[in-house]
């Protein structure tokens, strides 16, 4: 469905379902050059299931209109302002990589707006490489290419977003390619990985959070190697600690081992 | 793997797809010979049908054996996944299924295998979907081509007999700008030789049946989607793909472009496709085709080197008037293969003899290597006459507007001896004069 945030039109998957006030609500947030989609094999499972989903494209990318936010901070502003939209008071906010950093800055600056909190492969600080900052910018589909190899970790993945038949290799390239020529204005790849770069209240936003605290981390991450997001879990003052076997898309390279971390400890 | 890439071409030719298997530890690929997938829970089938889940409920949909084929080509191709169908035909039937309905149009090359040819001229036809046939290299009548109604831009890597290279990017250009996606059949190239997505296509298939297999033992086909069509921007600016891009009732209300941003054309292919037109791939065969392509890279490579030692020496010959293929400047796409296929444009082409019908047939029967038969893309060498074969009911003036003379010849090389296979034709060439005679 499509929600005014801020005054831009605003592209919320909900698998389909009308949002109803006496479910509780799960607002799941992707990470850099990525959108909506890659929580499918999460977010449609949820929805069927008890929960209102509010999967956004991040303001400037693919379906959502907007500036890109500029930082850690600023998104956190657009998802505490897309739950006033959505006249959502309270929700589980589940997010990955850069979307983790925006759920943990969220549910620090409005503890009682958060009913839990996920975050699914990340780590802090979540310094960019030099290299891939650069690239980034100037040479977007040399960056892609090296995001892409760090981010899988087989060549044989289960059954995936499209199904059996899936090949996640070509389908991160293919969202990536899209969601960056989403933005003719904009550089989204580059003003992403700047605000990851740039974040530097992790810990102590963890410190702040109340709500229960899922980490989803990645046997093989390489972009967030589950020893980085240690500091993080020593901050958390309720932390439970879910390791599946996949990279740093593991919502797509271990869906179902995903999606029971997801569902056990979302249970009422 | 090297670099910021993926795996190099070989390395994914044998394990994009395929871990060994974790219940047996088999290094191989098993074969799945199961209609179906047990459940773990009610709650779990439920959830496998509403797409909730991805796995796999019931062969005609997806198979394992099926699948890993189904990655392995993707990876080959640069596609984001691809759908195993029953035959090459079967592969372009179910893309131009799921795209369209009654009513729609497509812009397709002349230069079309035979029954590609036939299911748009005449059988898509009768289910209200209309073609209009352009030569591959008349990019304005492309252009000129496109109704509003038009759905799709088809051509094929190189066509068949007469090896014109599409020129994939302009072609692609031309389709982006009309809002359709451009499908190529790259059946006589192979990504080995090809991999038109980079080139600007935005899907590809294949009849598996040739090279991919290799062998001349099955028949498969695979259509492989790119991920680069937007189908929901050309949806909003002209309506042309509300199957994708507006809820289906046919499928839980389902709009396929919000539940995959890249993936809609293969989510729907395979929930309708297969479920309701069901011209599913046995999982025999789809490790049949695996079997074939984990020596793909080797086997074209020794096509191509075959190739042209046979194109040299028939273009010396002095009984061979005419040698359709693009090593040689003198074939309209000479040019443009360089530019685009590197290394070479296939081992499927024909040639003309300076002679008769009967010696045609002379030629072929005199041949004892070559196999007469009607299929390409064996590991064996193969020939047929098209004159007294596949075309024999037409008259001289169709056959030249075909590119086809009475002394036509097609060949697809094979990967026997090179001597072996020179000196084959040297005594066909023979029998053939003498035929005259």
């Known amino acids: ?56 494209d991040l303001p400037g990318h693919a379906k959502s209109a907007g500036d890109p936010p500029a930082s850690t901070e600023a998104a956190c502003d657009f998802v505490l302002a897309l739950m006033d939209a959505a006249g959502v008071d309270k929700a589980a906010l589940i997010g990955h990589s850069f979307g983790a950093l925006i759920a943990l800055e969220a549910a620090a600056r409005a503890p009682q707006r958060a009913s839990h909190l996920v975050l699914v492969g990340v780590a802090f600080p979540m310094k960019v490489s030099p290299l891939l900052l650069e690239a980034s910018q ?113 919502m797509l390279e271990a869906p179902e081992a995903v999606l029971a971390a997801l569902r056990e400890f979302l249970q009422p | 793997m090297p670099g910021y890439s993926d795996p190099g071409f070989d390395t994914l030719a044998l394990h994009a797809g395929a871990a060994p298997d974790p219940a047996t530890g ?111 290299g008349d990019i304005d009548g492309w252009r000129a081509a496109v109704r509003p109604e038009t759905k799709l831009f088809f051509g094929e890597t190189v066509g068949n007999p007469g090896l014109v290279v599409l020129d994939i990017g302009s072609v692609s250009n031309i389709a982006h700008d009309a809002g359709v996606p451009l499908l190529v059949d790259s059946t006589l190239t192979t990504p080995w030789l090809l991999k038109p997505l980079e080139h600007g296509a935005d899907l590809v298939y294949h009849s598996a049946t040739k090279f991919l297999s290799g062998h001349g033992t099955v028949i498969a086909g695979i259509v492989i989607d790119g991920g680069s069509f937007d189908w929901a921007a050309s949806h909003a600016a002209n309506g042309k793909f509300g199957e994708l891009a507006e809820p289906y009732d046919g499928f839980h209300n389902m709009v396929f472009t919000d539940e995959s941003t890249v993936g809609a054309f293969l989510l729907r292919a395979r929930r309708e496709g297969l479920r309701d037109f069901g011209a599913c791939l046995s999982p025999h065969s789809a490790w049949l085709v695996l079997q074939g392509i984990e020596t793909l890279g080797l086997r074209m490579a020794r096509h191509m080197d075959n190739t042209a030692k046979v194109v040299e020496f028939l273009a010396g010959h002095k009984f061979v008037s005419r040698v359709g293929h693009p090593l040689l400047e003198s074939h309209p796409s000479h040019t443009l293969a360089r530019k685009m296929l590197p290394r070479g444009a296939g081992s499927v082409f024909s040639f003309d003899l300076k002679g008769s019908r009967e010696q045609g047939n002379a030629f072929v029967d005199a041949l004892q290597v070559f196999s007469h038969l009607a299929n390409v893309g064996d590991c064996r060498s193969l020939v047929i006459h098209p004159a007294s074969t596949t075309h024999f009911r037409m008259s001289d003036e169709a ?19 090179p001597a072996d296979l020179l000196e084959d034709l040297k005594r066909a060439l023979r029998a053939a004069e003498k035929a005259g005679a």
């Open chain 1, 138 to 250: 100037n040479d977007p589909e040399k960056a892609i290419a090296m995001v892409n190899t760090f981010s899988h970790s087989t060549l044989a993945p289960p059954p995936s977003s499209l199904g059996p038949g899936t090949w996640l290799y070509g389908g991160s390239r293919a969202l990536m390619r899209r969601v960056l020529a989403s933005n003719p204005r904009v550089n989204v790849f580059h003003a992403g990985f700047k605000a990851c770069h740039a974040y530097a209240g992790g810990d102590a936003a963890m410190l702040k959070v109340t709500a229960p605290t899922l980490f989803v981390l990645g046997q093989h991450d390489q972009m967030t190697p589950p020893k980085a997001a240690q500091s993080l879990v020593r901050a958390a003052q309720h932390p439970t600690v879910v390791t599946v076997p996949g990279g740093h898309q593991m």
């Open chain 2, 26 to 136: 088999a290094r191989a690929v098993p074969i799945h010979l199961s209609t179906s997938f047990v459940f773990e829970s009610s709650e779990h089938a439920a959830a496998l049908f509403n797409l909730e889940r991805a796995g796999h409920v019931y062969s005609r949909i997806s198979n394992p054996t099926n699948a890993v084929l189904e990655q392995r080509v993707s990876a080959l191709e640069g596609g984001i996944g691809a759908i195993s169908t029953a035959s090459g035909q079967a592969a372009l039937h179910l893309t131009i299924a799921t795209l369209m309905g009654a009513g729609s149009h497509i812009v397709a090359s002349t230069a079309l295998y035979g029954g590609s040819q036939n299911l748009l001229h005449y059988t898509m036809r009768r289910f209200g979907i209309e073609t209009s046939f352009v030569k591959p």
């Open chain 1, 1 to 56: 469905m499509e929600l005014i945030v801020n005054g831009r039109k605003t592209f919320c998957y909900t698998a389909g379902k009308p949002f109803d006030a006496a479910k509780p609500t799960a607002i799941f947030i992707h990470g850099v050059l990525n959108d909506h989609s890659v929580w499918i094999l999460q977010t449609r499972s949820l929805a069927h299931h008890g929960w209102n989903v509010l999967a956004p």
């Open chain 2, 399 to 417: 056959l030249a507007l075909g590119g086809i003379s009475q002394g036509t010849i097609r060949l697809s090389i094979g990967l026997e001896d």
